[in-house]
């Protein structure tokens, strides 16, 4: 699509098309791509933690760990120009996530 439109933009404004294929390849990334892998990201993180508690390891150790990443890495990109969520959305996430699995954890201590 983007090569299309491309050299659709290209012969509109006398471009070279590698210019408009460039452009079009930048925003599809930003519009379709990035959003996708943060939800891929989010999912993972998900999974992760269910996992954790099913296994009887307690899951809000997911939450002390990105405390400790977002102290560590310093500053970020705004999320929309990444391909991960941000520090805060993602600790945000595990609390309610890892809030959710609680049952788990405690049902897989139980069983050991």
């Known amino acids: 699509a983007a090569a299309i439109g491309g050299a659709l933009l290209g012969a509109y404004f006398g ?3 590698g210019i408009g294929r460039s452009v079009l390849g930048g925003v599809g ?3 379709f791509m990035r959003p996708n892998s943060r939800e891929m990201e989010q999912e993972a993180d998900r999974v992760g933690v269910e996992l954790a508690a099913r296994a009887a390891y307690d899951p809000q150790a997911a939450i002390t760990l ?15 120009l990444s391909t991960h969520p ?9 609390r ?10 405690a049902a897989a ?4």
Do not use: F, N, T
């Open 15 to 17: 471009i070279d098309s």
């Open 29 to 31: 990334e930003l519009a």
């Open 86 to 94: 941000s520090h805060a959305s993602r600790l945000a996430d595990l």
């Open 109 to 112: 201590r139980k069983s050991r």
């Open 66 to 80: 990105w405390e400790k990443m977002e102290r560590a890495g310093g500053a970020q990109a705004p999320q929309w």
């Open 96 to 105: 309610v996530y890892a809030a959710r699995v609680q049952p788990l954890y």
